[in-house]
C-alpha cells in the first residue's frame, strides 16, 4: 500500500510535528498502521527525469525498529527522511500543498491570509488533539 503521509491531515490522526523546522500537521497512520497490521515500511520517494524521460523510483530498505513504541519518535523519523529526499530535488516536492496550516500568530502568514482567516486557523490549531 502506498499513501502520501506529508499531507496536512487536520484530524484526530494528526499531531503538530517538526517539518523542516516549522511546525505541521502530520499523519501518525504509517506507525499505526505498522503497529496494528505488523506490515514492513519503506520509504518510496519518485524523482522526475529531465526531459520527460519518466522517473526514478527511490525505495528504502526496511525501517528497523519502526514502530519504535512512540509515535511523535516515528513521525519525527519519518519527518526528516522526507526532509533529506527533498534536500535532494527541492524543485520537485509540491511546495504549493499548504503543509504550514493551523499555526499560531507567533508564526509568519506563510500564505499570504487576511488576519480573519489567520485567527480562524489558530482555532483550529487549538482543536487538534
Known sequence: MWY????SYRNRGAVMANFFAIPAATSTATSRLARISGAAV???FPERLPGNAGYRV???PELEDYPSGSVMHDVDRFN???QAQILKVPEQYLWM???FKGLSA?????????????RTAVANREALP
Open 80 to 82: 526528516a527522511l522526507l
Open 42 to 44: 519503506l520509504t518510496y
Open 58 to 60: 527511490h525505495i528504502g
Open 106 to 118: 507567533d508564526y509568519p502568514d506563510y500564505y499570504g491570509r487576511s488576519p480573519r482567516d489567520r
Open 97 to 99: 500543498h499548504r503543509r
Open 4 to 7: 502520501a503521509p506529508d499531507q
